[in-house]
T-cell receptor
Framework: DAMVIQNPRYQVTQFGKPVTLSCSQTLNHNVMYWYQQKSSQAPKLLFH???????NEADTPDNFQSRRPNTSFCFLDIRSPGLGDAAMYLCATSRDPGRGYNEQFFGPGTRLTVL | AQKVTQAQTEISVVEKEDVTLDCVYE???????LFWYKQPPSGELVFLIRRNSFDEQNEISGRYSWNFQKSTSSFNFTITASQVVDSAVYFC??????????????FGTGTRLQVFP
């Protein structure tokens, strides 16, 4: 089945220790998104890639970076995690941009704990 | 400014009851799309429905139905004869046609539905 895969499902890191979360997709979608979702809150878009073009949301902290080496993979790097970065991180994809039309397909998320 | 409001933070019902989840949105675009997503305890958001701003027909899919009313900027979701498996957080979301390179979603804060046996 075509899908969005996130690894690991659970990640524990120490305060200030860099961490990388990964996302892969078999849907061959051109757009990939990273969201941060804190407990009992809505997902918050951090950034997205349209093909290789990176688009950062205005309020995404510099501490968060992303890489997309190819169509299938996208990585979220947190350079110096703080306690406030503990959250669920969701990866999503959509087809070629449809001016708001296309639904997004989500992975199961990675729950990040910062000690 | 775009905004989605889900005023109900949490709803609890007993199995077989009907339940309606409310969603109110704000947008200045004339072309936009409304979505509902389900987030079960496993965490993955699952797409349920999309509605475009020009189609106000209500939609029914099995036990699920959606009522879109532009006059009140609402897109409500009703589950008929609820089941325990319906327990999840439900998000309403808005996407505007103005963005050319994305299908960016603006989410509401979600409604947690608990269905008890």
């Amino acid at each position: 089945d075509a899908m969005v895969i996130q690894n690991p499902r659970y990640q524990v890191t120490q305060f200030g220790k860099p961490v990388t979360l990964s996302c892969s997709q078999t849907l061959n979608h051109n757009v990939m998104y990273w969201y941060q979702q804190k407990s009992s809150q809505a997902p918050k878009l951090l950034f997205h890639y349209y093909d290789k073009d990176f688009n950062n949301e205005a309020d995404t902290p510099d501490n968060f970076q992303s890489r997309r080496p190819n169509t299938s993979f996208c990585f979220l790097d947190i350079r110096s995690p703080g306690l406030g970065d503990a959250a669920m991180y969701l990866c999503a994809t959509s087809r070629d941009p449809g001016r708001g039309y296309n639904e997004q397909f989500f992975g199961p998320g990675t729950r990040l704990t910062v000690l | 400014a775009q905004k989605v409001t889900q005023a109900q933070t949490e709803i609890s019902v007993v199995e077989k009851e009907d339940v309606t989840l409310d969603c109110v949105y704000e947008t200045r675009d004339t072309t936009y799309y409304l979505f509902w997503y389900k987030q079960p305890p496993s965490g993955e958001l699952v797409f349920l429905i999309r509605r475009n701003s020009f189609d106000e027909q209500n939609e029914i899919s099995g036990r699920y139905s959606w009522n879109f009313q532009k006059s009140t900027s609402s897109f409500n979701f009703t589950i008929t004869a609820s089941q325990v498996v319906d327990s999840a957080v439900y998000f309403c979301a808005l996407s505007e046609a103005g963005d050319m390179d994305t299908d960016k979603l603006i989410f509401g804060t979600g409604t947690r539905l608990q269905v008890f046996p």
